[in-house]
């Protein structure tokens, strides 16, 4: 399974992710099967330095923009900054959104999950290839 990310997009979490101790978080636009962008959003959690939750008020705002011919949200990315950018049991326990992209970041690598029901990751993630195509987003 694999899906296209437009040329920078990696790179652009990365960085965000090297700048932050805490968990950083925002969400993907595209489509199921190719990424264009992504905005990052401010991590509301209690303790981000563990976890992350991505700001409603942004989430409610992409949602409002794509119903009205913005971008669709596809997904979501977040940092394990003590950790590996796979899966954690309690990612699992949070993916609600059959189908979700997931992108984690952790030491300077991003790895991509599709949330599906009996996935070979904590029964709720099998693994994307990440193929980045196509000029940087302007």
Known sequence: ???AVVKGVVAQIVALAEESTDEICGLLFGKPDRITEIAPCRNVATNPDRRFEIDPGALIAAHRAARTGGP???GHYHSH???DPVPSPR???AAIDEGA???IVASGRVRAWRAITGGSVEQRFDEMVIVESGVEPG
Do not use: C, K, T
């Open 81 to 83: 900054p003590s950790g």
């Open 72 to 74: 669709a949200i596809v």
């Open 91 to 93: 990612d699992a326990e």
């Open 1 to 3: 399974m694999e899906v």
């Open 101 to 103: 992209i997931w992108f």
